[in-house]
């Protein structure tokens, strides 16, 4: 019984002397309210920029994310891309329009697929000025594979297209530019090669497609069982196709690039891609660019760390008698160490706590006043307020360690 409450008794006086080494660095703390206000503010600029960081981080990389998700997850693209042999003779072999009804058929789980027929014409805007405008000959699957957006009218579909109409689907940028307003092009008429075609709808793409798109800034779509017969050949620039499962990407990607080598010259070389490399790219960008910005985060709390040192080395020059007066009414070595560190993890944590609570108030003001949410991590900010109180107790350890070893004598003789 009396190992026990020996033991019982330690852990008492232990909790005690912890309580009042805790009430003495707060009292510190209230009489030198100024000074350590500005020595935490460091902690609360390194905290939040730590914490924004993170937020901003990973807002940023689920917006480049969701967008290239967006342009389509399930989409393949294939074209032709020369000779393996730069030297050889050999005429140029074009992806055909069998090509694409021969994948069909052997790569299961294709929900759509379309033909991408490149032509060129000069137009001449109502100012006079000529521009190289980009015809595209496609079927109507072309809209929904592609996602566009439609801004008036409508797209032409396969009616129109097995009618061979003279239909045209124009970019807005055309528009405004050829006509002065998208509603206005609707029903107006074209001239493609001599032959007249009529505008019925206005597109948009429906998301950036981070360069990875055959549509430029003023392009006209037309059925491509009309645009075949300007070229004179079966030969088509690209296939789009999009899948039912957007898992089956990878797999039927190389399926495609297998059956269209197959119906090809063994010298001829084709492009078969899908988003994944872009999403893997992107991905791997946000991630080094959150981790920049992550490590200028950390010198500011070093910096920070600093700011402490110093002012607790202060701290201890100035109050040399007070240690000497503790250590001559009994206080240890352990007592006076932890007295100083208390006070500069007191600082730091409650800086890094200040810091948090902004940095996390930042992200709600802005969806207040903006609508825009920014994903908040609630464990950047734990780990942000944990990280400076290690830096408070990093650099608070020296000042902590010389005043615990200062001779009591030579303390109480200080003036």
Not at 74 to 101: F, K
Not at 348 to 374: N, Q
Not at 376 to 391: H, P
Request: aromatic share 8%.
């Amino acid at each position: 019984m009396s190992t026990s409450a020996s033991v019982e008794s330690g852990r008492s006086t232990k909790q005690i002397a912890l309580r009042e080494i805790l009430l003495l660095a707060v009292d510190s703390f209230r009489l030198n309210q100024i000074r350590f206000a500005l020595t935490a503010l460091g902690m609360v600029i390194g905290t939040a920029s730590l914490v924004l960081v993170v937020t901003i981080g990973l807002s940023g990389r689920q917006y480049v994310l969701t967008e290239i998700q967006n342009i389509g997850t399930n989409l393949i693209w294939a074209e032709y891309a020369g000779l393996s042999d730069a030297s050889s003779s050999s005429n140029r072999d074009y992806l055909t329009v069998d090509d694409m009804r021969a994948v069909e058929q052997q790569v299961p789980g294709i929900q759509a697929a379309s033909p991408v027929l490149n032509l060129h014409q000069f137009f001449t805007s109502g100012a006079g000025r000529e521009r190289d405008v980009l015809i595209l000959g496609v079927n109507p699957e072309y809209a929904s594979i592609r996602r566009l957006y439609l801004v008036a009218g409508r797209f032409f579909d396969e009616q129109d297209s097995l009618s061979h109409s003279h239909a045209a689907v124009v970019t807005e940028k055309f528009a405004l530019a050829q006509f002065g307003n998208p509603d206005e092009a609707i029903g107006r008429t074209l001239a493609i090669s001599g032959v007249p075609f009529t505008v019925i709808g206005v597109f948009r793409e429906r998301f950036d497609t981070f360069g990875q798109s055959e549509i430029v800034d003023e392009t006209v779509l037309i059925p491509y069982t009309v645009a075949r017969y300007f070229t004179g050949t079966e030969a088509v620039n690209q296939i789009y196709f999009s899948m039912t499962d957007p898992g089956s990407v990878p797999w039927a990607t190389e399926a495609i690039r297998k059956v269209i080598k197959s119906r090809h010259r063994s010298e001829s070389v084709y492009d078969v891609g899908n988003l994944a490399s872009v999403l893997s790219m992107a991905g791997k960008t946000a991630t080094a660019f959150s981790i920049l910005l992550l490590l200028f985060s950390l010198v500011t709390l070093l910096v920070s760390g600093v700011g402490i040192m110093n002012i607790m080395l202060a701290t201890v020059r100035s109050r040399i008698r007070e240690i000497g007066i503790r250590k001559a009414l009994g206080a240890t070595f352990r007592e006076i160490q932890l007295q100083f560190l208390a006070e500069a993890v007191l600082i730091s944590l409650s800086g890094g706590i200040a810091g948090a609570i902004l940095a996390m108030a930042l992200p709600l003001l802005v969806a207040f006043f903006t609508g825009y949410h920014l994903e908040v991590s609630w464990l950047s900010a734990i780990l942000a307020i944990l990280v400076s109180c290690g830096v408070g107790a990093a650099f608070g350890t020296f000042p902590a360690v010389r005043a615990a070893r200062m001779d009591p004598v030579e303390s109480l003789k200080y003036e």
